[in-house]
């Protein structure tokens, strides 16, 4: 019987991580992230997790190490971390993807220069080849905490995959989330088998980290593998967010990105994570006062929906960008993977980079609102202002 | 879309009453959402939390910054115009203290209503913890929640006896609140009162803090330091009688010093609250 109860960002990561059956967790606490260890620990102690072990490591970087062990054996693992303690994790997850180690990881964000979120942290790995989610509610975070192991340990992806969500506006706020039964989610997601053999010779192998065993000697060879598994998880999140929308009625788009009022608009804006709650309460309005102006959240970042925004770049004059994260001296990520993205298209929209919510300041409705209205400002003069746009 | 603003302090469940708002609407089969509002808080520091409720699932994910309604958990809190600014106009404010509605110094266009949930607290459940205490009050001047709703979200928080407890304080202040009474004075005043005291208490005066403070008995103290070593605040000074005397703006009133005496001569006496 499907069951809801009112319950915080964390909570709905730790009831995801009984729905999918998770055999070994470990971690280190660290704010906003600590209170999924404890709904864990409470679940483990009310008898909802039998055959569960959580090991309480001394530090992240040990965190990292004994799920990537306990997955490399064939246990469904779990680690949940934010801001610094996922730096401290940095040289370990490396081996994680580099080992095709399927495992989920919550990442409850906490910017890199204060205690309040914004996306620096996660952004900060994008390099190591892990699957990168972010989400926006608790039922997302639910949902797709359960359907990060039903991508992560496909034959085509094997890898770990990374679901983010903002600290406290998410991890501590508190809304109804639905919960699928055991038995559903037992038949939709079987036990995790991991590849029979663990060494180099293996078809199914590692990537490893020198590489050369499988490629004849080529030093490239690990990171071309890596490359094409991290490209294959494309269609496999797109397949799983389809299962999951027949299995449970809920429906995430395509799963790497999700669009909201798109038909017919004139422009659209881009927002990741809780914001896009916001953006999408903004886009009502803008529609309401005439104002044709689409939201397209993107739920993927590595890897990048570079088609779908290919494909989106004929429809709309232009693109107005938000960012809650900036690489400095380097600009907004998603700024610039749009941006490249389009390039080979051989249309042009007018691309308008905004950047804001950092370190925890609020984006409100309203402020979408007049990002709305900007890119429409920006669609009729056929350019943009200078990337940043700062919010 | 009808929202709220909760003010309170650390140790007080104003978070745990958001909580149990947002799923006491949804019992009554609305949509709810319940944001607290973080900072490196502690025991007895000043905190907001909010909730909305509507007929479709909340997607807006900022503060609550004009809301319907107030409540506030505190006593001294309840004294300041911060629990009834920024509301929409025609809003409520529902304030914990012992004073009648028409006797709180707080202005604008709103109603005032009171409760003395901290009395009800002490009575019902032995501590000053406000929170069930004030939410049965809630439920009879807001119609956006029932008071079934109300116990049924209380049980899920606390089950079993506690529940028991809670339930009876929020029965209690469901009976006991006052009427809706419209504020005397129309035009806010200018001045705001910082009483949002962050950080560390040896840097702040947090004496706006204490429900109970520490008084001590120099005839039965042995002046054996107990109390300064164990006080986390570092609110104790030393007398030159050998007798430990409070630091008023640093003292939150958390009462370890007086569970730490070996000769119990420090007893927690509970602070009047005046009006200005």
């Not at chain 1, 309203?366 to 990337?387: C, M, P, Q, Y």
């Not at chain 2, 479709?56 to 004294?79: A, G, K, N, Q």
Request: proline content about 6%.
């Amino acid at each position: 019987m499907v069951d809801y109860e009112v319950m915080v960002g964390n909570k709905a990561c730790a009831v995801a991580c009984k729905l999918a059956r998770v055999k070994v967790a470990a971690a280190f606490p660290i704010t906003p992230q600590t209170s999924i260890t404890e709904y864990l620990s409470e679940l483990y102690a009310s008898g909802e997790m039998p055959g569960f072990e959580f090991v309480n490591a001394e530090g992240e970087l040990s965190a990292q190490i004994i799920v990537q062990a306990a997955a490399r054996v064939g246990a469904r693992s779990f680690t949940c971390t934010a801001g610094p303690g996922l730096q401290f994790m940095h040289h370990p997850m490396n081996d994680t993807a580099s080992g095709r180690t399927p495992l989920v990881m919550a990442v409850v964000h906490r910017g890199l220069k204060s205690m309040q979120p914004d996306h620096s942290d996660l952004m900060d790995q994008s390099w190591l080849g892990w699957v990168h989610l972010y989400v926006e509610n608790a039922q997302e975070i639910l949902d797709t905490t359960i359907m990060g192991y039903k991508i992560g340990e496909d034959a085509r992806v094997r890898l770990p995959v990374a679901v983010g969500y903002d600290g406290y506006v998410l991890s501590y706020t508190a809304e109804p989330v639905e919960i699928p039964p055991q038995d559903m989610i037992d038949n939709w997601l079987p036990p995790y088998k991991p590849p029979r053999s663990l060494f180099y010779d293996s078809p199914e192998a590692p990537i490893g980290r020198g590489g050369g065993d499988r490629g004849g000697g080529d030093p490239n060879m690990a990171w071309k593998i890596h490359h094409g598994a991290v490209e294959a998880a494309e269609s496999v999140i797109k397949e799983v967010t389809a299962d999951w929308a027949k299995l449970t009625g809920r429906s995430y788009g395509n799963g790497m990105i999700q669009e909201y009022k798109t038909e017919g608009a004139e422009v659209i804006l881009t927002a990741m994570g809780t914001v896009a709650g916001s953006a999408s309460a903004a886009v009502d309005k803008l529609w309401k006062d005439g104002k044709k102006v689409g939201l397209v959240k993107i739920r993927s970042f590595v890897p990048f929906p570079r088609k779908d925004f290919q494909e989106l770049a004929g429809k709309y004059s232009a693109i107005g960008v938000f960012d809650r994260s900036i690489q400095p001296g380097m600009g907004g990520p998603s700024y610039r993977e749009i941006k490249n993205s389009l390039f080979d298209t051989g249309s042009y929209p007018v691309v308008a980079g905004f950047v804001g919510g950092l370190s925890g300041k609020e984006v409100t409705v309203n402020d979408f609102v007049k990002l709305g209205e900007k890119t429409l400002e920006f669609a009729k003069a056929k350019k943009a202002d200078a990337h940043p746009i700062w919010v | 879309m009808i929202e709220i603003r909760l003010h309170g302090r650390g140790g007080q469940g104003a978070v745990t009453a958001s909580r149990i708002i947002a799923a006491a609407a949804f019992e009554d089969g609305r949509y709810s959402q319940a944001i607290p509002m973080y900072g490196t808080e502690r025991r007895g520091a000043p905190l907001t939390a909010y909730v909305r409720i509507d007929n479709v699932r909340v997607r807006e994910r900022e503060l609550v910054h004009t809301p319907d309604y107030s409540i506030c958990f505190d006593e001294f809190i309840s004294m300041n115009q911060i629990i009834a600014n920024s509301l929409k106009p025609g809003g409520v404010v529902l304030a914990n203290t012992k004073f009648k509605a028409e006797e709180l110094p707080l202005a604008g266009d709103i109603k005032i209503a009171t409760v003395d949930a901290t009395g009800i607290a002490l009575k019902h459940l032995g501590r000053p913890i406000t929170n069930t205490a004030i939410l049965g009050a809630f439920a009879k001047i807001c119609p956006e929640i029932s008071m079934k709703g109300v116990e049924k979200a209380i049980y899920k928080y606390f089950p079993g006896r506690i529940g028991d407890m809670n339930i009876a304080a929020a029965r209690a202040s469901y009976e006991q609140v006052s009427e809706l009474v419209p504020a005397i004075n129309k035009e806010a005043p200018k001045e705001v009162v910082e009483i949002v005291s962050g950080g560390y208490g040896a840097l702040k005066d947090v004496s706006g803090w204490r429900v109970f403070e520490p008084v001590v008995d120099e005839e039965k103290c042995i002046g054996c330091k107990n109390c300064w070593i164990y006080c986390p605040e570092a609110a104790l000074e030393w007398t030159a009688n050998n007798k430990p005397a409070m630091i008023s703006r640093s003292c939150k009133g958390c009462g370890v010093c007086a569970n730490e005496c070996p000769v119990k001569a420090i007893e927690m006496k509970r602070v009047e609250v005046k009006k200005k």
